[in-house]
């Protein structure tokens, strides 16, 4: 005899079914998700670890068994570490710096960019392939030509000889470059025709159509720049013309022995502005370098 199913018992057995496959459509519809979680875990963790650091005292931080958060917030590491050196001086140099070189390289990027990819002059291939030539040399082979460079024009310790050596860039050229060759030459022409020179055409038609190529760059030349820290412990020996990575440097010298709750609490003020900024533009900076170099 046939055996009649209860309705209740069905009703459920259906529920589940929908349940499981919701589960199922919802992993396949954000699948990228669940892959990139464990790796945002993996990029956060130094971070994560830095802040936590900051916040204890010496003794927790070598003590196995104090745990990973501190017992109490100790925020007075944050003005003991800013104490240690004037790093208010330091953020300003770092902001005159950063901002210096990238408003230098934008500007010879953008007209040597143009000159290669529009005009025609004698030499132009032999010239491009220096500037791709230099991309292939390593920037510390070139500290010594530049410290010479800037110590016959009398310049050494002051904030142009953290700017000059950089005010151009091999690579922003040649990326800039090709985002121009991809813009139509009819546009170019239109705008001859209704009087602009190679200057108006540059400023009305490449420009606007590239900017998301700019911001690119840009994005790459403020990291860059802010976190180096080579060039400027070479040409500066006085506090009013440093910036920002030297005072993390002064506070790990080995002769007097790192703090590491001072110097992990001045990381964090080294490392914010860059954060803040991409938090705040951070959906900028996404669809700046999704459609690089795109049409």
């Known amino acids: 005899m046939a055996t009649i199913q209860d309705p209740i018992e069905m009703s459920a057995a259906a529920g589940g079914s929908r349940s499981l496959s919701g589960v199922l459509a919802a992993v ?23 802040v936590v650091t900051s916040l204890k005292t010496r003794v927790e931080v070598f003590d196995p068994n104090a745990g990973f958060l501190p017992a109490v917030a100790q925020w007075s590491n944050y003005p003991a570490a800013l104490a240690v050196a004037p790093f208010g001086t330091y953020l300003i140099n770092s902001i005159l710096v950063t901002g210096g070189i990238l408003v230098c390289e934008l500007i010879t990027i953008t007209l040597a960019a143009y000159a290669f990819a529009r005009l025609n002059f004698p030499g132009k291939n032999i010239l491009f392939t220096l500037f791709l030539l230099q991309i292939m040399f390593p920037i510390y082979a070139t500290f010594l030509t530049n410290f010479v460079t800037v110590r016959e024009l009398g310049i050494l310790n002051s904030l142009p000889a953290l700017v000059v050596p950089f005010v151009a860039s091999g690579y922003g050229t040649f990326m800039l470059r090709q985002a121009f060759r991809q813009v139509p030459t009819e546009l170019a022409d239109a705008a001859r025709l209704d009087g602009c020179g190679h200057l108006g055409i540059l400023w009305h038609v490449y420009l606007p159509l590239v900017k998301p190529t700019l911001v690119a760059f840009s994005i790459i030349a403020v990291v860059t720049h802010w976190n180096d820290y080579m060039w400027p412990l070479l040409v500066t020996n006085s506090e009013s013309v440093r ?43 996404v669809d700046s370098f999704m459609h690089a170099g795109l049409k």
């Open 28 to 50: 396949k519809r954000n699948w990228l998700h669940f892959v990139l979680l464990p790796l945002l875990a993996v990029w956060a963790s130094p971070l994560v670890w830095i």
């Open 243 to 285: 910036t920002l990575p030297i005072g993390l440097g002064l506070l790990a010298k080995s002769d007097s022995g790192a703090d590491w709750t001072r110097l992990m609490a001045a990381t964090v003020v080294v490392v914010s502005p860059l954060l803040i900024f991409f938090v705040i533009f951070q959906r900028r900076f």
